[in-house]
């Protein structure tokens, strides 16, 4: 079935680095969707692709759609303190009519001080 | 995009209780949808909580475990019951937005003892 992998798993960094994570798929994805979790809230909306080959910012952050549509990948330029969290792709798993959006394991950033 | 409030945001319960969680969006939708994340893991999706209809469940939930009701077009509530540790969890309540992306409310952080 649809699956996400995201890797990768965990980071660590310094402060002012650049960061580059990334997600793929076995099987074709309509849209992508980039998340945030802060520890004790619930995952924030980063950045929606809708088309393959688009790239898309949001502040510091980057996030392009695969031309194959199997895979995107997220960017997150000059790292602060605060983009510590935990990363998600998802994106809808279609069956039948609904569209369900599944989750990668996340990829979790630490800043070193 | 719609604003989610879930209560509780979290609770310590005894095993073999239950737990009812809320969850109310500012606006109406047409779907909404129960995700559980145990703890260092991904979301993982448990049902769609349909308005006028029954909960359509994803494999491995059982509507006897985890009850929905879903009353109107802003309101749903999931019930956890003959809870055991093992369901120790957050548990988040998401709806959908007018381009597939999903959005989250702060979760509701259960502790099973």
């Known amino acids: 079935g649809q699956q996400l992998n995201q890797s990768p798993q965990s980071m660590f960094i310094q402060e002012g680095e650049d960061v580059s994570m990334n997600c793929t798929s076995s099987?074709?994805?309509?849209?992508w969707l980039w998340y945030k979790q802060d520890p004790g809230e619930g995952p924030v909306l980063l950045i929606a692709?809708?088309?393959?080959?688009e790239l898309t910012s949001n502040g510091r952050l980057t996030a392009q759609f695969g031309i194959t549509r199997k895979d995107s990948f997220l960017n997150i330029s000059a790292s602060i303190p605060s983009d510590v969290g935990i990363y998600f792709c998802?994106?809808?798993?279609?069956?039948?009519?609904?569209?369900?959006?599944?989750f990668g394991k996340g990829t979790r950033l630490h800043i070193l001080p | 995009s719609a604003v989610i409030s879930q209560k509780p945001s979290r609770d310590i319960c005894q095993r073999g209780t239950s737990l009812t969680i809320q969850c109310q969006v500012d606006?109406?939708?047409?779907?909404m949808f129960w995700y559980r994340q145990q703890p260092g893991q991904s979301l993982t999706l448990i049902a769609t909580?349909?308005?006028?209809?029954?909960?359509?469940?994803e494999s491995g939930f059982v509507i006897d475990k985890f009850p929905i009701s879903r009353p109107n077009l802003t309101f749903s509530t999931l019930t956890v019951s003959n809870m055991s540790p093992e369901d120790s969890s957050i548990y988040l309540c998401?709806?959908?937005?007018?381009?597939?992306?999903?959005?989250f409310g702060q979760g509701t952080r259960l502790t099973v003892v």
């Open positions: 998802a994106g809808p798993k279609i069956m039948n009519r609904d569209d369900k959006i599944i």
């Open positions: 099987s074709i994805f309509n849209t």
């Open positions: 692709l809708y088309k393959a080959g």
């Open positions: 606006s109406q939708v047409t779907m």
């Open positions: 909580a349909n308005q006028g209809s029954e909960a359509t469940y």
């Open positions: 998401s709806s959908r937005g007018s381009n597939t992306e999903a959005f």
